[in-house]
Nanobody, 117 residues
Framework: QVQLVESGGGLVQPGGSLRLSCAAS????????IHWVRQAPGKGLEWVSS???????YNSDSVKGRFTISRDNAKNTVILQMNSLKLEDTAVYYC???????????WGKGSLVTVSS
């Protein structure tokens, strides 16, 4: 069964860093891209970053230059390294499997990141 599990969230001060992990199981990990999507309190879903099967990446304008997505196929894991965190980065962060074109067919349960002084 396909499973995605996020970890690494928590409380951090503005300007700080956090490293989120997405551990995948139940499918051929190396054959799929992965997205990171977030939802701030009271707001809708916002796409953050994506990584292709070949390691190529896409990043939203709001996080470009601050967040880095990477993958370790040997560990079936995708990493989102978040630096220079801002108050507006506060959100539940989800990883999701890239299905077709711009679709996401399986999602994790999310990990909460709170940026506060």
């Amino acid at each position: 069964q396909v499973q995605l599990v996020e970890s690494g969230g928590g409380l951090v001060q503005p300007g700080g860093s956090l490293r989120l992990s997405c551990a995948a199981s139940g499918f051929s990990f190396s054959n799929y891209g992965i997205h990171w999507v977030r939802q701030a309190p009271g707001k809708g879903l916002e796409w953050v970053s994506s990584i292709l099967t070949n390691g190529g990446t896409y990043n939203s304008d709001s996080v470009k230059g601050r967040f880095t997505i990477s993958r370790d196929n040997a560990k079936n894991t995708v990493i989102l390294q978040m630096n220079s965190l801002k108050l507006e980065d506060t959100a539940v962060y989800y990883c999701a499997r890239w299905n077709d074109w711009w679709s996401m067919d399986y999602w994790g349960k999310g990990s909460l990141v709170t940026v506060s002084s």
